[in-house]
């Protein structure tokens, strides 16, 4: 630890030289792994771009609520699958939370969704809804979670807090796309 000479430290240990930038490089890390389930957000804002600006074509509803579908619940549910069940000790970590054997269930949970939601172009508009309607009521739990932690533990850890768009927003976003288009 670097102390300036006017400062003095009463009994302490010295730290060693390599301590700092392993925490450093695996905060970062987490962080990384922690945007995985943005990834939809981010491709679907590149669709919803692409179907808005590309002359609007008489379907943009349906292209924009299948976008939405594929994007916003199957790339991002896969990219939380993948975090999880992969990666969940950085995970976890990031969240503030103790590692947990729960954290691959909860990984196989999100793959499914992923799965399934990118599915959705080859069947009808009930089955999309099933899609956002059960993806909606696990994203919610999930993001109703978050908030007890936040509010019980003061956790306030960067993939506590941010994930809350994904789990209220986005299912908001769902359902008044998936109404303004069937």
């Not at 695996?26 to 590149?46: C, D, E, K, M, T």
């Not at 009808?124 to 696990?138: D, P, R």
Request: overall charge positive; hydrophobic content about 55%.
């Amino acid at each position: 630890m670097m102390i300036s000479p006017s400062v003095t430290k009463a009994a302490s240990a010295p730290e060693p030289a390599t301590s700092a930038p392993e925490p450093a490089r695996q905060h970062n890390r987490s962080l990384l792994l922690g945007l995985l389930p943005f990834i939809g957000v981010i491709l679907f804002a590149v669709s919803a771009a692409q179907i808005v600006t590309g002359g609007r074509p008489a379907d943009w509803q349906h292209q924009l609520a299948l976008a939405a579908v594929v994007y916003l619940i199957g790339w991002s549910a896969l990219g939380a699958g993948i975090s999880h069940i992969f990666f969940g000790k950085a995970i976890s970590r990031s969240i503030g939370f103790a590692r947990s054997p729960y954290e691959l269930e909860v990984g196989f949970a999100n793959l499914g969704f992923g799965v399934a939601a990118l599915m959705t172009g080859s069947f009808q508009k009930e089955y999309w809804l099933a899609i956002i309607v059960a993806n909606s009521i696990f994203v919610v739990g999930c993001g109703a979670g978050h908030i007890k932690q936040i509010i019980m533990d003061r956790n306030f850890a960067i993939n506590n807090t941010a994930i809350l768009f994904l789990n209220f927003v986005v299912p908001a976003f769902l359902v008044f796309t998936y109404l303004a288009w069937a």
